[in-house]
Nanobody, 127 residues
């Protein structure tokens, strides 16, 4: 069974930066094909932010392109999300997700495409 544990959330002012981490436990990290970051603000649906496939290809939501960067360290079994130029509208609970299915396309940003989820880490951006 795969377990995902997020960390790195916090409170920052607009324009600031945070780096989220997601550590994977209990399963061979190399067997994971896609990983993604999602976020959910109060009263809103969970939305995809960024995804990365095993081949290193990445995919971003338009709202974060140029500001957020997804990456992974296979040696540490850890996924990262570097968030720069944060805005108040980035405030949300951030979740990482993983899936083992092989896809011949960009890393998915749909919640339906992921079977494993972490518990989330809160990001709050003040104006």
């Amino acid at each position: 069974q795969l377990q995902l544990v997020e960390s790195g959330g916090g409170s920052v002012q607009a324009g600031g930066s945070l780096r989220l981490s997601c550590a994977a436990f209990g399963y061979a990290y190399a067997a994971i094909y896609s990983m993604g970051w999602f976020r959910q603000a109060p009263g809103k649906e969970r939305e995809g932010v960024a995804g990365i496939n095993h081949d290193g290809s990445t995919n971003y939501a338009d709202s974060v392109k140029g500001r957020f960067t997804i990456s992974e360290d296979n040696a540490k079994n850890t996924l990262y999300l570097q968030m720069n130029s944060l805005k108040p509208e980035d405030t949300a609970m951030y979740y990482c997700a993983a899936d083992f299915r092989v896809r011949m396309r960009n890393a998915p940003l749909s919640t339906a495409e992921y079977n494993y989820w972490g518990q989330g880490t809160q990001v709050t951006v003040s104006s």
